[in-house]
């Protein structure tokens, strides 16, 4: 059984994704209290992806090494986003929530086979182009660490020149990076979250990301070219929104091809689909956890929410201003309301039997910063794939010998 070891586990994203990719997670390190509690909560209830979990409730920073598992196959986490995220300061290394030099001080102690982190898109934005070069060098020879009197510019300089030079550089990996949008791997939001995955450097391993299996596209034409969204729907003619006329062209040359491939991306309105509509009295409805309506929702300028028949816009990590503004569903008459939690956990497609705790504020915060469970689970399981491949090749060079 593949081994695995979650940092900055947050509510279980990234950690329930990788389960679901075969590895299993020897533990999960998360500091925040909210989202502790919702990973202990679904442990509690014997939830089948996280009812044998081990939650540290530590800092990162503050582990003690030696109480690490050995044998691990895979370290995975998302850093906190905060210094690199549109909505952050962009202050980067100079954030003390950066924690990138904490993850690869983790790696380098548990020497695991290899390591998955998962970031937001604004880590490859220009402007920290050299940082990101900086995270790339620095996980790849992860023993080489940043001395006490080091910026993180003189670290770099170091790694460049030990990069090249002869000599013991402790254990080493081979890093490589990849930019996804998770609506094109199957969850009904237009998310996009960067992808480090770094093999040691002993695995026989030639890893490729995976590919996408869903399209806008393919949604465009299950809607306008085949009409089949909407009968899979029951929406009537007469209740359907107007063809958007920024894609007329697109929809005309479709009309025209015939070797179609790949899934529709999916939507709002598929992912909301069975669930009645979040309750005014503040209760959930009867088996369903966490489906209560937030009220308050309205659209204003930089606040128009996520129309129902296209993948929702990225979810954000906030109640208010921009960030709860956003996590709004707009209906086809242009009506908006908030999305409950169990709707915004079902477009970071957790499953409805896993609960999240805390105020409606707190669990938002928590979904915001969350992976999509599918997208990680895509990219998790091309790790697990390759990992046993190389196990494979190095049983059979051993029986050869």
Known sequence: MLRSLELFAGAGGLALGTELAGFHAVGAVERDKWACETLLENKERGHPLVKNLKVLSSDVRDLNFTDLPTG??????GPPCQ?????????????????FSA??????????????????????????????????LRMSMPDIG?????????????LEREATSIGDKGTRYRVVRELFNAADYGAPQKRER?????????????FSFPDSTHSFDAL??????????WDRHEVSRKARPEMPTRQVGRIERLKTQNDFRGLPWRTVRDAIQGLPEPRQDGRCP???????????????????????DLPSKALKAGNHGVPGGENMLVRPDGSVRYFSVRESARLQTFPDSYVFHGAWSETMRQLGNAVPVVLAQRVASEVAKHLLIAEGREIAGRKAH
């Open 286 to 308: 009867p088996g369903i956890s966490n489906h209560r309506l937030q009220p308050g929702a309205r659209v204003y300028k930089g606040h128009t929410g996520s129309p129902i």
């Open 194 to 206: 960067v992808f480090i995955v770094g093999f040691r450097e002993d695995q026989d391993a030639e």
């Open 83 to 99: 210094p690199f995220s549109i909505g952050g300061k962009h202050r980067a290394h100079q954030d003390d929530r950066d924690m």
């Open 103 to 136: 993850f690869a001080e983790v790696v380098s102690s548990v020497r695991p086979r290899a390591f998955l982190i998962e970031n937001v898109k604004g880590l490859t934005r220009a402007s920290f182009s050299n940082y990101l070069q900086y995270i790339e």
């Open 146 to 158: 940043m001395k006490p009197d080091e910026t993180w510019h003189d670290h770099l300089r170091r």
């Open 220 to 229: 465009l034409r299950d809607q306008w070219v085949t009409g089949d969204y």
């Open 72 to 77: 691990v196959d895979l370290v995975s986490g």
